[in-house]
């Protein structure tokens, strides 16, 4: 069964409540975010499960609220790795509902503690990023991204807080371009809206080729596709 948003957003009207800091990941909080993702949208998708963002200092806070509102906690997960991720189980709607904690770690680990405020998605330029850092994106994620493309970009974007990141890390830049190049390729077959999903992909990609980089990715870079330059998750990210 499908995640609900209304859910995922009663949720986070809770956490909000007792003033935990959190925010949606994956595909729930692009529709929140963009309406071409809306059920009526171009990018329309459904999701699966629900993923929130929260600070350490505010987990245990978050793992306990979870739990009063009738999820399952995963204790022998949690115990092993609560200090960055915890698993939840939601069994009326047989769905997960992951929490990230600090970090967003997949293929490359994205620093989330800045980007989750009281807001009911983490910051969006981070939120393309969870989508940017995946090296065998799918078509949900290319979907997400192209969402966030056409509806945010580049004046709902903040993207200096990402340009930093790609600039002195050549492993990220390396994902995040060449998924950037998967979502041209893919919403430019797809009519008026992927092509303009497609130049934004485009001129993003653009932009991060031009920027200065550190010496970490120079020397990174000279070392190039010969050394892996991204982990390998143990299992598909949800959302």
Known sequence: MAADRSLGLTILDTLHGIGAPAGLLGGMAVSVLCPS??????FAREYKDIDLATRGTHSAQVAKCLEGLG???????????????????????????????????????????????LEATIDPAMLLMTKLQIVQANEKDLVDAAAILHDLYPAGLRLETVDRLVADDWGLWRTATGTLAK???????????????????????????????????????????????????????HG
Not at 85 to 95: D, I, K, N, T, V
């Open 71 to 117: 999820f399952t906690p995963d204790a022998h997960f949690n115990a092993l790795h609560g200090q960055e991720r915890l698993y939840f189980w939601h069994e009326p709607g047989q769905f997960q509902l992951d929490v990230f904690v600090d970090q967003f770690r997949l293929c490359h680990t994205l620093p989330l503690e800045r980007a989750i405020s």
């Open 183 to 237: 979502v041209e390729a893919w919403a430019g077959e797809r009519g008026e809206p992927g092509r303009r999903a497609a130049a934004a992909a485009r001129d993003l990609a653009a932009r991060w080729q031009a920027l200065p980089k550190s010496m970490r990715w120079k020397l990174r870079a000279r070392v190039g596709e010969r050394v892996r330059w991204y982990e390998e998750p143990e299992e598909e990210a």
């Open 37 to 42: 993702a809306a059920p009526e949208g171009p």
